[in-house]
């Protein structure tokens, strides 16, 4: 209250420390009817559990364990506001009003949370597919047309750690070189020490070394079972990536969003650092969530291989992905390979002078196929000589193996429907992206391994769907749908 001083009342309102007061009788009216907990607490009741491998057992002999239900609201409603670490989850669980409705007052401690989260990293893989399937149910996703991107998030662990084989096979010879020396002197003082009763030769350096030494095996062991040049020794299953922020220990977030709303409907970290190879494989496991193949797949040009995009429409779905010339805006030449004829029956190139380049040969590894004038002279003797080509032996032009197809999508691309499905790309697929990293403060992962970060990126995108839903329904609108999804997914 405002006090007053000679009749006249002061211009500030001053709070009191010491005034007495009283948190309201149940712990049911800590929050209000329309606040956003609610919502998440609502969506954690209509999960299916079992589903994601968690399974319930209220009978169970044994010491009592927290709720698993609670802990998965615990983990979903603070990684939405971008409480991820376990220490910040148990100071809200014990602080914050929201947390402590959200959680009915229990209060587990910070290893309890890591616990859940490491034992339950399968099970919230699925908690975005579960989501997903919720707001299929609901309306919310359409699945005719999907739009794929990444982004790079860096791992739990740094970029000093990544060394390549060499490295660790030197790291392998001087260990060795170090536990035989260990065990020599162990020997030596066995010796001394014989007839004083017993004495433990294993001491801590050598259980240290040896515990190093199998780290370096298993590390080797990915080496001759997989491709990889380089491996990082703290998170076997990241890489290396390269993005605005400089190179870092990172993995590459794959996310498909359906275009009616932007919802996020597949969501995948990698270790791949380019995204050439993920399109097919992103589109396929989102039309798995859809039960049905979407109408169109789209993406911008670091998608663009002619392979990775055949294998979609195969499917009977329009692809709408540019290539890297039609997305750089390169303008051609006169001379560029686009004003040569192809011509399928002679198997042979046509100059827009109308002279004649023949099939020369094929790199098999490649499937390209080289085209050469027929005579170097008809070149050198040709009026745009130089600016045509400049070599001797006249111009040579390479068909690539899918030349027609990658001459298909780009004139699909072309196209002014594409051209407007294109137009909605980036509202729709980086925002989650945006939201993610800027609003959820998810620049690093915390969990490392493949299991790990795809279970983070899972809660990360459902978090994303839950904050559009809210927007899209209202808080009261969604608990409502929330009960109408629970026979569905119980």
Known sequence: MPRSEGGRKMAYRYGSRYQMGILPPSIEDYVAADHPVRAYDAFVEALNLGALGIDLDPHQVGNSEYDPKAMMKLLVYGYSYGVRSSRKLEREAHQNLAFIWLMGGLKPDHKTIAEYRRKNKKA?????????????????????????????????????????????????SEMEGRIEQILEECEAVDQQEEGEGPWVAMDKGLADESRLKGKIQELLKIFSE??????????????????????????????????????????EAVSETSDVNQFARQIEQ????????????????????????????????KVVVPSQRQALHDEEGPFSKSHFRYDKERDCYWCPEGNRLRYDWMDKESGKRFYQITNGKVCRGCLHYGQCTSAKKGRRIIRMALEEAREKFEAQYEDPASQEIYARR?????????????????????????????????????????????????????????GICIPAFA
């Open 124 to 172: 919230l893989q699925k908690v975005l597919k579960q989501c997903a399937g919720m707001c299929i149910h609901l309306g919310l996703i359409a699945g005719n047309a999907l739009f794929v991107d990444g982004a790079k998030i860096r791992a739990n662990a740094a970029r000093s750690k990544t060394h390549d084989r060499d490295y660790y096979e030197q790291q392998m």
């Open 226 to 267: 997989t491709d990889r040049e380089k491996v990082n020794r703290t998170d076997l299953d990241c890489a290396v990536m390269h993005s605005v922020q400089g190179s870092h220990a990172s993995y590459n977030v794959q996310s498909v969003v359906d275009d009616q709303h932007g919802l996020i409907v597949q969501a």
């Open 286 to 317: 989102a039309n798995e969530v859809l039960s049905e193949p979407c109408k169109v797949a789209c993406a911008d040009a670091g998608y663009a291989d002619t392979e990775e995009l055949e294998k979609v429409e195969a499917q009977g779905i």
């Open 426 to 482: 980036k509202a729709r697929v980086e925002h989650p992206f945006g939201h993610i990293k800027r609003n959820l403060k998810a620049d690093a992962f915390l969990m490392r391994g493949q299991d790990g970060v795809n279970a983070e990126t899972s809660l990360l995108a459902t978090c994303f769907n839950l904050s559009r839903m809210i927007t899209l329904l209202g808080i009261s609108g969604l608990i409502a749908k929330f």
